[in-house]
């Protein structure tokens, strides 16, 4: 079984900026992908970010040049820098594993831009 924490949501201004990380825990294989997703109000869940273990990334259009991911393998750790938030961002964040074709999710972090 594989635990995954995420934190740093919260609320910002438009145009503001935050920091989310997810810590993954249990057993992880070297070879993975891990990712962010987000869920509005209403709306499905998408992509945001992935990452893979080799660091290769994949952005969905609507975030491209504002969001970045990047992860610790030694800390089996993935970060998603957010900057140039927009009031469209606003959602639950969540973190994902893949490996293996099993999905593991986080419980979720709620990301709010708004003045």
């Known amino acids: 079984q594989v635990q995954l924490v995420e934190s740093g949501g919260g609320l910002v201004q438009p145009g503001g900026s935050l920091r989310l990380s997810c810590a993954a825990s249990g057993m992880i294989y070297s070879i993975n992908v891990m990712g962010w997703y987000r869920q509005a109000p209403g709306k499905e869940r998408d992509m945001v970010a992935e990452?893979?273990?080799?660091?290769?990334?994949m952005y969905a259009d609507s975030v491209k040049g504002r969001f970045t991911i990047s992860r610790d393998n030694a800390k089996n750790t993935v970060y998603l820098q957010m900057n140039s938030l927009k009031a469209e961002d606003t959602a639950v964040y969540y973190c994902?594993?893949?490996?293996?074709?099993?999905?593991?999710w986080g419980k979720g972090t709620l990301v709010t831009v708004s003045s």
């Open positions: 990452i893979t273990s080799d660091g290769i990334t």
């Open positions: 994902n594993l893949g490996e293996y074709g099993i999905d593991y």
